[in-house]
């Protein structure tokens, strides 16, 4: 019996949300320990400088003499070199930026696998779980925590770069007549100029923290979406309609014949909702005694043999996903000559208990129509990836019943 239990695809999903909780979480640590690693390597990096200055700092005045531009080839040396390690930073730090959100993205995913597990065992999880459960934690952005790195290594990297600035315009006009033959490009480059260099590579890595970060948040791991309704869009809702309420016209008259105001093309539907139609006697009862019955929907005519793969190449070929909408609060009670309440039920398989003052409550009318509408798409064979189905309460005046009817129906 166990070895059965083990084969059922529940405890299969269950083995692979474990053997997921395992993987993921290995990889959030190892990525962890690649920050610490790669971090040490810019520190190592941004080290490099100081030797410089201790091997030329030998020989006194040094500073003052890369300050006032002395020696030309020397200032080229070191400016350039400090620019160099500075972008080496600047690219360091997106790298290590971008292992960070790597180390978030598996963090969100074990804590999902963690909820998984907690919401389908233990009742009472407040008294065990200290670890978090929400996919949106921890934020791809903290200030607190990496953000101090951040600020770190941008500091450093800045210092270099608005250093390297001012050594070179220390010997501007002779780097840019004598050795690239053209005028320079800031003329008279004094200390304001190099804070405002400094800020602007301070600003660029927090900037990029910022960008990157909110677009994990926002649009990493997610595609492009068409939503798609149902009613009149992948159906012919009209002709579903009047064969509906033909049917019940024969229920009603029998053998007698149907009188021509009380029948319906669809052609003829030109007003909305149906019982406005002109030259019509089409009451709001008529109307809900067909979309009160459950064959109304599951029996839709499909508005093209091939829609489905129409919508399968869009959601494979282009890589859309594919959301499915529809406003169905079915079924109703208020209206309805031929479905009374008991009959409604009876149809639905809705179990209704009475309480006090006339009150009930109806189990599984929520998930009815739902499930009629996934089993039509199923058998309609169109794929998608989320179905959305509107239940709110509407108010049956002839104004809101219009609304009803314009947002489901396509003349």
């Known amino acids: ?43 190592l990096i941004a080290s490099a400088p100081t030797l410089i200055f201790v091997w030329f700092g030998k020989n006194d005045g040094f500073l003052n003499d890369l300050l ?23 690219m360091s730090c997106f790298y290590l930026i971008s292992l960070r959100l790597d180390s978030i993205l598996y963090a969100r995913a074990v804590n999902g696998i963690r909820g998984f597990f907690y919401r389908k065992k233990i009742d009472f999880e407040e008294h065990y779980r200290t670890l978090p459960k929400q996919t949106n934690q921890p934020k791809y952005r903290d200030s607190h925590t990496f953000g ?26 002779d780097f840019f007549n004598n050795y690239l033959h053209v005028e320079p490009i800031i003329k008279n480059y004094n200390i304001w100029w190099s804070f405002g260099s400094f800020a602007v590579f301070f600003i660029s890595h927090i900037f990029y923290y910022g960008f990157i970060s909110k677009y994990r948040r926002n649009m990493y791991l997610k595609s492009s979406i068409i939503g798609i309704d149902i009613d009149g869009v992948l159906n012919k809702h009209r002709e579903t309609f009047c ?18 105001e009380m029948t319906l093309n669809p052609d003829e539907i030109i007003r909305i909702p149906v019982n406005l139609i002109d030259n019509k006697n089409i009451s709001v009862d008529n109307e809900f005694d067909v979309f009160n019955h459950p064959s109304y929907w599951s029996e839709q005519i499909v508005i093209k043999e091939d829609i489905g793969k129409v919508i399968k190449e869009l959601k ?35 179990k209704t208990i009475d309480l006090w003052n ?25 794929p998608f990836n989320n179905l959305f189905i509107e239940k709110s309460s509407i108010d049956y005046s002839s104004r809101s019943l219009s609304f009803f009817w314009y947002n489901i129906q396509h003349i």
């Open 1 to 43: 019996m166990s070895g059965q239990e083990n084969n059922t695809p529940e405890n299969s999903f269950d083995i692979f949300q474990l053997e997921e909780y395992k993987n993921i979480s290995n990889a959030h640590f190892e990525t962890n320990k690649q920050i610490g690693t790669f971090f040490r390597y810019f520190l």
């Open 68 to 90: 006032n531009g002395i020696d030309t080839h020397r200032n080229i040396f070191i400016g350039f070199f400090l620019l160099v390690v500075s972008f080496i930073g600047l």
């Open 148 to 173: 101090i790195l951040v600020y770190s290594i941008a500091l450093i990297d800045a210092i270099y770069f608005a250093t390297g600035t001012i050594i070179i315009a220390s010997v501007g006009d």
């Open 243 to 260: 064969q509906k309420h033909l049917e019940n016209m024969i229920t009603t008259y029998g053998e007698d014949p149907i009188p021509s």
């Open 316 to 350: 494979n070929s282009f890589g859309y996903k594919i959301n499915i909408h529809s406003y169905r609060p079915w079924p109703q009670y208020e209206y309805g000559n031929n479905l009374n309440e008991t009959k409604i039920n009876e149809l639905w398989g809705i």
């Open 358 to 382: 006339n009150k009930k409550i109806r189990f599984g009318k929520k998930s009815k129509l739902k499930r009629l509408t996934k089993k039509w798409l199923k058998n309609a064979k169109i």
